[in-house]
C-alpha cells in the first residue's frame, strides 16, 4: 500500500473540494473493495477521503411510490431493511448472495456500484492488462478465461464485472443520483456501467470527483415473483460464474412483464430486453423460458476456456424462470431450489 | 528474491505523519500514534498487544480478523484504524465476562469445534454477531451466514453445531 493523507468529508461538498483537482484522490466507503486492491499495490491514492461522515444519505426512504436508497447505507441494512424485504425482495436475496455477512456489513450501496473487476490477471500486477495498465495488453484473451465474459466483449478486455447487487439493480430498473464539481445528475442503471471497447480502463460513467448519493428503484419491485440464482465453485461465499435475476408480472396466467439480468456474463450487468420483449404476453412454459434464453444470449461468444457458460447460462434462465414461480422454494445464498 | 509488490516502510521521512486515534477496545480507551494505513487488525495486534485477533489472508477471504465493531462483526483487515475512531470495538479478549467464559466459548470446547484454534477467535466473534443478528433459523441458514469464516482444519460440522446449541438455548446476550 502506498502512503496516503487520510481525511474526512462532512458534506458532499466538502467532498467534492477535498478532491480538487487531484488526480489521485480517492473516496473511501467501506473499504471492501479499495484497501484490498491498495493493499496489492494495484491502485494508489495520495489523499483518502472518507465520506462516512457526510450526512444525509445513510437512510432508505420512501420516493414517489418508489425507494431511494442512501449510498452509504450498507449492503446488510438495504439487505434486510423491511421496505425492501417486502417490496423488492429481489434486491434483498441478490445482495444476501454476496460476499459474506463481515464484507456486506461493510461494504455501501454507492460503493457496491465500483468494485473492480476480480479477473486473475488484473489483480496480477506481473501480468499485462488493459485494465490496469492501458496498452499493455489482455492476459485473460489467450489465458486461463474460465471466468471471463461471453457478451459485448472486445479485443481489449473480457473482463466480467463481479457484483450480484447490480444484477437486481440492473433488473429492477435503478437510477443512480450523483453530485459532481458540475452539480447534480441522474444516470440509469443501465447506462451507469461501460462495455470494455478500447477503454477497459474506464468501468462506468461516473467521473473523477463525482459522488453518488443515492439510488432510486421505481415502485415495480416483482415482489410476488421474483428469484435470484448465482452458479458458482462453492455453495457460498464465492463469485458468480453466471447469475440471473428475473421478475415477473403475471395476469390471468399470462406473463404481462418479464425482466432478466445476468451477472458474471458481461463488464456490466447484462440486461435480456430482447427476451423480456418476447416473454411478454406469452404463458410462463419452460418453453417459452427457453426461447427467450436462446434470444439472450444469441450475440454471446465463447473464448477456450469458458464457452461452457453459454449453456450455463440459457440453463440459469430457464431455471430461474421456474423458480420465479415459486420464490419460496428458493434456498439460503441464492442456490438452485430442491 | 524478487518481491511481488513494492514494500512500503512503516515510517515515513517524506511528510506523512502519524495521527492520534482514539480506540474504544472491550470497554477501554486505546490511545494510539499510528500512520493512516495501519489496518484496525495490525492497531490490536501490533500496537495494542490484542493478538487474540487473527491474521490470516489480510485480504478479505477467511474471516479470522473478525471483531464486532459496534456490535456488527466486520473484517479488521479491510478496515484502517482512523476510520473507527470512537466506535466501540470488541475483540475475543472481550468476549469472556467476569471471568466466565462466553456460552460460545463453552460451546466451542464441549463441541471439539476447533483443531489448530487459528480461526476460533474469528468464528466466536462472527458467531456472536450472526446470533445478534437474528436472521438465521435454519442450520443451513447459520452455515450460509458463517461462510465467511473459512476453517482450514476442516472443524466446521462442529463449529456449526456449536453455534446451534447455544442459539437453541436461546443464552447468548
Ligand atoms: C472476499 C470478498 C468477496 C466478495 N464477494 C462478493 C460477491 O460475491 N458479490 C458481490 O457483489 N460483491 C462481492 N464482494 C465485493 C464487495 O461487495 C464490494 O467490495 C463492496 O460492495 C464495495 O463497497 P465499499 O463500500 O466497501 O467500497 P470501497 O472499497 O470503499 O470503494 C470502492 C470504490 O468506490 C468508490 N466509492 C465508494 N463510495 C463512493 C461514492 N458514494 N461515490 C463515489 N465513489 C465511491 C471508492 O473511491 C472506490 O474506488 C466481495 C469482496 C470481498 C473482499
Ligand atoms: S480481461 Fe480485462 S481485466 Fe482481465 S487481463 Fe484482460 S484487460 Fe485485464
Ligand atoms: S485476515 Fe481479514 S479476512 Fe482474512
Ligand atoms: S481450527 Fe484450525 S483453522 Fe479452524
Not at chain 1, 13 to 26: C, E, H, L, N, R
Request: aromatic share 6%.
Amino acid at each position: 500500500m502506498n502512503n496516503f493523507i487520510y481525511t474526512k468529508a462532512h458534506s458532499v461538498q466538502d467532498a467534492v473540494d477535498k478532491v480538487g483537482g487531484k488526480t489521485d484522490a480517492k473516496f473511501v466507503a467501506g473499504g471492501t473493495n479499495l484497501i484490498d486492491l491498495m493493499k496489492y499495490s494495484l491502485t494508489r491514492a495520495s489523499t483518502l477521503i472518507d465520506v462516512n461522515p457526510i450526512e444525509g444519505h445513510h437512510s432508505i426512504e420512501e420516493k414517489d411510490g418508489g425507494i431511494r436508497l442512501g449510498a452509504f447505507v450498507t449492503n446488510a441494512k438495504t439487505a434486510y431493511h423491511p421496505l425492501i424485504e417486502e417490496r423488492y425482495p429481489l434486491l434483498s436475496r441478490a445482495i444476501l448472495a454476496g460476499a459474506s455477512a463481515q464484507i456486506r456489513n461493510m461494504a455501501t450501496n454507492g460503493g457496491n456500484l465500483l468494485q473492480r473487476t476480480r479477473c486473475y490477471y488484473f489483480y496480477d500486477a506481473n501480468t499485462p492488462c488493459n485494465k490496469r495498465e492501458p496498452g499493455s495488453g489482455c492476459s485473460a484473451l489467450m489465458g486461463y478465461n474460465r471466468i471471463m465474459a461471453i457478451l459485448g466483449t472486445s479485443d481489449s478486455c473480457i473482463a466480467v464485472f463481479p457484483s450480484d447487487m447490480c444484477v437486481a439493480l440492473a433488473a429492477l430498473d435503478a437510477v443512480v443520483n450523483i453530485s459532481g464539481p458540475d452539480g447534480e445528475r441522474s444516470i440509469a442503471f443501465t447506462d451507469f456501467h461501460r462495455l470494455p471497447g478500447n477503454t477497459p480502463h474506464i468501468d462506468n460513467n461516473l467521473l473523477h470527483g463525482e459522488v453518488i448519493t443515492s439510488i432510486d428503484i421505481p415502485e415495480k419491485g416483482f415482489c410476488k415473483n421474483y428469484s435470484y440464482l448465482k452458479l458458482r465453485d462453492r455453495n457460498s461465499y464465492a463469485f458468480a460464474l453466471v447469475s440471473v435475476a428475473t421478475g415477473l408480472e403475471l395476469e390471468g396466467g399470462i406473463i404481462k412483464e418479464a425482466r432478466i439480468a445476468l451477472g458474471g456474463v458481461a463488464h456490466v450487468p447484462w440486461r435480456g430486453k430482447n427476451g423480456e420483449e418476447f416473454l411478454k404476453d406469452k404463458e410462463p412454459t419452460r418453453d417459452n423460458f427457453a426461447h427467450a434464453a436462446e434470444i439472450i444470449l444469441s450475440g454471446a461468444i465463447g473464448y477456450e476456456y469458458n464457452s461452457f457458460k453459454i449453456e450455463l447460462a440459457k440453463r440459469a434462465i430457464v431455471r430461474n424462470c421456474i423458480m420465479a414461480l415459486h420464490p419460496e422454494t428458493q434456498l439460503p445464498g441464492a442456490q438452485p431450489s430442491a | 528474491m524478487i518481491l511481488p509488490y513494492p514494500i512500503v516502510p512503516d515510517v515515513t521521512d517524506d511528510g506523512f505523519d502519524t495521527q492520534t486515534v482514539t480506540l474504544n477496545v472491550n470497554r477501554m480507551k486505546i490511545e494510539l500514534q499510528i500512520l493512516p494505513w495501519v489496518s484496525l487488525l495490525d492497531a490490536l495486534r501490533e500496537y495494542s498487544d490484542l493478538t487474540g485477533t487473527k491474521k490470516g489472508c489480510d485480504h478479505g477471504q477467511c474471516g479470522a480478523c473478525t471483531v464486532l465493531c459496534d456490535g456488527e462483526r466486520i473484517l479488521s483487515c479491510l478496515t484502517l484504524a482512523v476510520m473507527k475512531e470512537g466506535s466501540e470495538i470488541t475483540t475475543i479478549e472481550g468476549i469472556a465476562q467476569d471471568g466466565q467464559l462466553h456460552e460460545l466459548q463453552k460451546a466451542f470446547i464441549e463441541y471439539d469445534a476447533f483443531q489448530c484454534g487459528y480461526c476460533t477467535p474469528g468464528q466466536i466473534c462472527s458467531a456472536i454477531g450472526m446470533l445478534r443478528e437474528g436472521k438465521a433459523k435454519t442450520r443451513d441458514e447459520v452455515k450460509e451466514l458463517m461462510s465467511g469464516n473459512l476453517c482450514r482444519c476442516g472443524a466446521n460440522n462442529n463449529i456449526i453445531d456449536a453455534i446451534m446449541d447455544v442459539k437453541n438455548q436461546g443464552n447468548y446476550e
